[in-house]
Each structure stands twice: as C-alpha cells, then as structure tokens.
T-cell receptor
Framework: DQQVKQNSPSLSVQEGRISILNCDYT??????FLWYKKYPAEGPTFLIS?????DKNEDGRFTVFLNKSAKHLSLHIVPSQPGDSAVYFC????????????FGKGTRLHILP | GAVVSQHPSWVICKSGTSVKIECRSL??????MFWYRQFPKQSLMLMAT?????????EQGVEKDKFLINHASLTLSTLTVTSAHPEDSSFYIC???????????????FGPGTRLLVL
C-alpha cells in the first residue's frame, strides 16, 4: 500500500511560469511533510518541509501548501528556472521519532526554455 | 543544511567480489542512517535502516546476508555488497536522520550516492 502518492510521473513547465507539483497521502497520522529535489546521479537534496499545524510554508521561490482534510500537499515553484529541472520527491512522517520517512515515487519536472 | 558524504562515488568490480560503501554524517551525529537503491528512472527503494550499535533492519525482499550493514559509530555506516553480481549494479544512496527545530522534527539528509557497476 503506497502511503505517499505522486500521481504525475512528469511535468513540463515553461521557464518563468509557476510549477505545481502535487502529492497525496493516505495515512492521517502523518504530521510532517518534506520535499526533496534530485538530479541524475546525485543524492536527493532537502528543499522544504511543513508541519501539520501549518497550511503553508514559504522559502524563496518555493512554497509548500498543506490541505489536511484532503490529505494533499503541493509544492509551488515560481518563477520556474532551468535549474529546477529535476525529480521531486514528496515525503511524509509521523510524530513518533522511530518512524521512517515515507517517500513518494517522484515527479520529473522539465523546465522548457 | 547538514552534510552527508559517501565513498566511493563510483566503483567497478568483477562479479564475485565484495564492495564496501561508506556513509558519513560530517557535521552531526546520526543514530539512524538509511540505505536506498535506485534503479534507472525509478524511485528510491529503501533497503535497510542502520541503527548505531545494533543490527540493521532490512526491508522485505532485501537479503541481509547479501547486503551487510554496519553502523559502528554515530557518524559512520557501511554497506557491503557481498559476492556482487551484475544484477547488483545500481545507484546506492545513504541518508542520515537529523532532528532539528522545536518541536524536534526529523529531516533526512542524503549522501551524493555511489554508482556500482559489476562486470
């Protein structure tokens, strides 16, 4: 059972426009959510996170929105830049510190010139 | 952010040999590290959880005798691929658990990965 789902395997966005990456989760016990960015042949890089007590967290061009009732979160990148082309992983965890972070399968973002 | 290193970054070996990959947390102590494997154009697959001072916990379907994990200190975990075969060729990535903020929240920081090619 996949607890964190990224239903879009890929997404293409024009440079300068907004990129919106979506993520759904099934476990209502998740209370902390993270986004990672990964370039080919490199390890994932932590981007931004959000706690379930918030519905929005912003860091520069990156904003994560959380809709707990819908069990949905999204990552907005604006404006999109060529260097944003990468695979983005959504992840979730529970408050219990022994729990593993659960990753989605990733969405490949292509920024078009 | 916190830094995690992996060594080597790539390795080519003959079938039947063993390969050791090191994962180090450089600026924080990690009681827990994780080992992932990634196949081309696929997601990260968690192989095992490495706990300092105790045995690793392996995910279903991962052979513990094939992939030996040792977490000897709070900053070092090693993955040894024993008797490697071509099907073990993959990109192996480690991560280290780091707690920060108040309330304490976990973030995993990943190493740069190790590409293994078994001939």
């Amino acid at each position: 059972d996949q607890q964190v789902k990224q239903n879009s395997p890929s997404l293409s966005v024009q440079e300068g426009r907004i990129s919106i990456l979506n993520c759904d989760y099934t476990n209502s016990m998740f209370d902390y959510f993270l986004w990672y960015k990964k370039y080919p042949a490199e390890g994932p890089t932590f981007l931004i996170s959000i706690s379930s007590i918030k519905d929005k967290n912003e860091d520069g061009r990156f904003t994560v929105f959380l809709n707990k009732s819908a069990k949905h979160l999204s990552l907005h990148i604006v404006p999109s830049q060529p260097g944003d082309s990468a695979v983005y992983f959504c992840a979730a965890s529970r408050m219990n510190r022994d729990d593993k972070i659960i990753f989605g399968k990733g969405t490949r973002l292509h920024i078009l010139p | 952010g916190a830094v995690v290193s992996q060594h080597p970054s790539w390795v080519i070996c003959k079938s039947g040999t063993s390969v050791k990959i090191e994962c180090r947390s450089l600026d924080f102590q990690a009681t827990t590290m994780f080992w992932y494997r990634q196949f081309p154009k696929q997601s990260l697959m968690l192989m095992a959880t490495s706990n300092e001072g105790s045995k690793a916990t392996y995910e279903q379907g991962v052979e513990k005798d094939k992939f030996l994990i040792n977490h000897a200190s709070l900053t070092l975990s090693t993955l040894t691929v024993t008797s490697a075969h071509p099907e073990d060729s993959s990109f192996y990535i480690c991560s280290a658990r780091h707690f920060r903020g108040a309330p304490r929240r976990e973030t995993q920081y990943f190493g740069p990965g190790t590409r293994l090619l078994v001939l």
